[in-house]
């Protein structure tokens, strides 16, 4: 049997994060459902002190989801969960971001103006990729 998954960010600020890499990826940030939050918390499953409010929208305080606009027949969701500690070592895994028929260095340049943080240039044989950090510190590599 294979198994789908999906991606875990651990981050500080969540939905902040989540709009980043959604813009960064292109993807679509998975709307709130304010009436199910409301009637989970109307039946006793939760509390007001789980949410928070993202740009006007009610959306639980513990995470927000991302996905590719075909849908997860496409790539997995990416869910960026909120964790009390900062990120202090280098990532064990990171993301890859293809660029296609994109530019990377005009990709780079977006990201960074956007918060990224340039971090180093790779290359191995034919292949190249640039390295940076997202505003929270995770890496992740862009290329062709």
């Known amino acids: 049997m294979a198994y789908t998954f ?76 909120r964790v009390p500690e900062p990120k202090t070592v280098k990532n064990r895994v990171h993301l890859d971001v293809r660029t296609g028929s994109d530019d990377p260095k005009a990709v780079v340049e977006r990201l960074i103006a956007k918060g990224a943080k340039h971090l180093h240039d790779g290359r191995q044989g034919p292949s190249s990729w640039t390295t940076l950090a997202d505003p929270e510190g995770n890496e992740l590599c862009v290329s062709h």
Do not use: C, M, N, Y
């Not at 989970?40 to 007001?48: D, L, S």
């Open 6 to 81: 999906q991606v875990t960010i651990d981050s500080a600020d969540p939905h902040s994060l989540a709009d980043w890499w959604a813009d960064a990826l292109g993807w679509e940030v998975e709307a709130s459902d304010e009436g199910f939050i409301r009637s989970v918390i109307a039946a006793g499953h939760a509390t007001e002190d789980d949410t928070t409010t993202h740009r006007g929208t009610l959306v639980w305080k513990a995470g927000a989801g991302i996905r590719h606009p075909e849908g997860l027949e496409r790539a997995p969701r990416v869910l960026f969960q």
